[in-house]
């Protein structure tokens, strides 16, 4: 399929286990948007944002709060914890971001994570290391036909009926109170404005291989991380998703537990974490790190169908002497070039690496992919060539300014 040039809506995915560095290719990339949708997670994700001065993580408002007059949608996929919801937006507010139903609008149809979700995830979510926030619970509910929607909420009626006899009922019922307001048909608003030609984002949470169907099963989160819960969690059809971008680091990370075949153990894997802080935007735990995996890669861009790719975190490379990239997992003296999601395999397989030589230049100041010290432009272009796959977006550090856009065509 041609890759689309232009597009009036994009999808960023992560193409890896979350942290990517969504939330700031979001941000970058609203700027030019009416619209940001997210539609997927929970507060189970972070997406750290710093622009204007300011640094702001954000767990359920969609990355596009930073700019005045732009719609943000908390899509019908996601489960909301109100109580989280209300505190991050009194948070913004008090760093002068003014929510309003103007600029925030939340599905009717979203599900709502209730204290008894978040004591069971604390209890059984250690298996696989979860965040504890109630996820799991809650979308267990929402596919057992016993959830709680957004609109059941805001409406007393229903939610007395069904939770009046909890301990929490008093409290909730004022949360649902202070939300009422920002509850809305957010698909219809989503379709309006896709057939009045709108720029729309639609953001995703965590990453692919944490998407419930095409993820490391079971050590993955709930919900469709994929460029296809862009559609099922905000209500649109495929036909109107325009382009994706897929959103990889340099390198690899991953926190909680689960296989990870490039993972870095040593000093190198240690200084890597050290100099891109590489701690959760939610939990704070350590995140594992490794060397970009090309089988991992092509992966996101076949599940994805991924037209570009926005590349974050180069700079934490610079001072790295030598840099792999995984081109295949030896397994039981097979050589396999593709990913696959059998946990045993990934278990119990040797990453068949190649090396690039790295670079010493400060690049967190350069602006243009011409003015990249050379090895870091090879390494670009050996991870263009392996996931067939160009790269729109370079990220050399956390503030907004710190982005080389490479391919402006891929961009709203
Ligand atoms: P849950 O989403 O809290 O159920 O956790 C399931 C798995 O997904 C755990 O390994 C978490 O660490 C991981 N996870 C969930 N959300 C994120 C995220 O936003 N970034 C990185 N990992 C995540």
Redesign the pocket.
């Known amino acids: 399929m041609a890759r689309q040039t232009n597009p009036s809506n994009i999808a960023v995915i992560g193409m890896e286990?979350?942290?990517e560095g969504k939330g700031k290719i979001v941000d970058f990339l609203a700027e030019k948007a009416d619209i940001i949708a997210r539609f997927n997670?929970g507060n189970?994700?972070?997406h750290t944002i710093e622009a204007n001065n300011k640094k702001i993580v954000v767990h359920l408002v969609p990355s596009g709060v930073m700019y005045k007059n732009k719609l943000n949608i908390v899509g019908n996929g996601l489960v909301i914890d109100p109580k989280t919801l209300l505190q991050e937006i009194k948070n913004l507010d008090k760093n002068g971001i003014k929510i309003s139903p103007q600029n925030l609008a939340i599905s009717e149809n979203a599900h709502v994570i209730l204290p008894h979700h978040i004591a069971e995830d604390r209890q059984a979510?250690s298996r696989?290391?979860?965040?504890?926030?109630g996820?799991?619970p809650a979308y267990t509910d929402k596919a057992a036909r016993i959830g709680l929607r957004m609109q059941d909420f805001i409406d007393d009626s229903i939610f007395k009926k069904r939770f009046g006899e909890e301990e929490f009922y008093r409290e909730y019922k004022g949360y649902a109170e202070e939300l009422k307001p920002f509850v809305n048909d957010t698909a219809g608003i989503i379709n309006t404005a896709i057939d009045n030609n709108k720029k729309i984002i639609f953001e995703g949470?965590?990453g692919t291989l944490?998407d419930v169907d095409h993820g490391t099963y079971p050590?993955?989160?709930?919900s469709s991380a994929t460029a296809g819960g862009a559609c099922t969690g905000l209500g649109i059809s495929p036909r109107k998703v325009q382009s994706v971008m897929g959103v990889c680091k340099a390198y690899k990370t991953r926190?909680?537990?689960?296989p990870f075949p490039t993972e870095i153990t040593g000093a190198v894997g240690q200084k890597i974490q050290k100099i891109g802080r590489e701690f959760g935007a939610?939990t704070g735990r350590e995140r594992r790190v490794g060397w970009f995996d090309a089988l991992v890669g092509k992966y996101a861009v076949m599940v994805n169908g991924i037209d570009s790719i926005a590349l974050t975190k180069l700079d934490v490379f610079t001072t790295i002497d030598k840099l792999k990239i995984c081109v295949a997992y030896k397994h039981k003296g097979n050589i396999l070039k593709d990913f696959t999601t059998s946990i045993k395999i990934l278990q119990n397989c040797q990453p068949v690496y190649e090396e690039l030589d790295g670079w010493w230049d400060d690049i967190t100041k350069v602006r243009s992919y011409d003015r990249l010290p050379n090895n870091a432009k090879k390494y670009l272009r050996r991870i263009e060539e392996l996931l067939k796959v160009p790269i729109s977006i370079i990220s050399v550090g956390p503030k907004r300014e710190q982005t080389i856009v490479a391919r402006s065509e891929f961009l709203v």
């Open positions: 286990w979350g942290d997670g189970n994700a972070g979510g696989i290391g979860t965040t504890g926030r996820i799991g949470a965590q944490l050590f993955v989160t709930s926190v909680g537990n689960g939610t």
